[in-house]
């Protein structure tokens, strides 16, 4: 084989996808089967079949965990998008110091999700934080600000943690997308007579929506099985469980209940979720395409 063959590189390849293959299917293999498996660390180990599943579903709780994790997940990765969708076009635009800026929005990405979420929870304090008196100071607020006392608030609390630590990752990804168009083609949007918001629209975005889509199911994806922000932030899911996702009804059973069976069977759970959302995105990415 010689160096410019694609087989070249594909068996260059082949030691990598091995280990990587290993390094998710083994992992994977051993939570499928303990989720067959009673497993409580009070009775003998024994095979149940499909009972730590039928628990799981037959909870009563389980479809308002799910639909916090929906909530939580896509208003993190809404959030995250315009955002990050904004500040690439801002930075594409910058020419002097635009090193800096871009080093500026990076930043965030550096934080540890854990401290991210107590960094906000410092933020968001009724009786210290920052955001509740500047609220204050600036006549906005009569008393202070505890996102904590209310489902909704506590819940917008978390999304805004969750999405400040995943804004620079898709930021980075959307700039790219912006930066690989060629500049010939604003030059011509701009002799036909488009202005910023229609090269935006018609030229920038389209040209840039793989790499964007990419970008957003890895922080979809990523921010489903998430519970680091909601955990530091509302231990325990908060007042009446408002932020009590389906990462934190995992976590429960695993560590609270030390049933690692049905903790198993939620994490199959979680895994086919979040496969089926990644599909459905990289099926509409190739259609797309």
Not at 131 to 138: E, V, Y
Not at 259 to 283: H, K
């Amino acid at each position: 084989m010689k160096l410019r063959d694609s087989g070249y590189g594909m068996v260059l390849s082949v030691p990598g996808l091995v280990i990587l293959l290993l390094w998710v299917l083994i992992p994977f293999s051993i939570v499928f089967i303990i989720s067959f498996l009673r497993y409580d660390n009070m009775s003998p180990v024994i095979p149940t079949g499909l009972a730590n599943y039928k628990t799981v579903l037959k909870d009563p709780a389980l479809p308002l965990v799910l639909a916090r994790t929906f909530i939580f997940s896509f208003g993190s990765t809404g959030l995250t998008l315009l955002t990050s969708v904004i500040l690439a076009v801002c930075l594409n635009r910058i020419v002097k110091g635009s090193a800096f800026f871009r080093s500026l929005v990076v930043m965030p990405w550096a934080v540890p999700l854990i401290l991210s979420g107590f960094l906000w929870a410092w933020m968001f304090h009724p009786s210290f934080g920052p955001i509740g008196d500047l609220l204050m100071k600036c006549k906005l607020m009569s008393e202070p600000l505890n996102i904590y006392k209310e489902a909704s608030t506590a819940m917008a609390g978390v999304i805004i943690a969750d999405a400040w630590r995943r804004i620079p990752f898709l930021t980075i990804i959307t700039l790219a997308g912006l930066q690989s168009i060629p500049p010939n083609l604003y030059e011509a949007a701009t002799v036909d007579g488009a202005d910023s918001f229609h090269t935006l629209r018609y030229v920038s975005l389209p040209l840039a929506s793989r790499p964007i889509l990419i970008g957003t199911l890895i922080t979809l994806m990523f921010s489903f099985r998430s519970i680091d922000v909601i955990y530091s932030m509302t231990p325990g899911g908060g007042i009446g469980k408002c932020t009590y996702v389906l990462g934190t009804y995992l976590f429960d059973y695993m560590y609270e209940f030390l049933n690692y069976g049905v903790a198993a069977s939620i994490s199959v759970i979680l895994i086919i979720l979040t496969f089926g959302i990644g599909a459905f995105f990289i099926y509409y990415t190739l259609k797309k395409g």
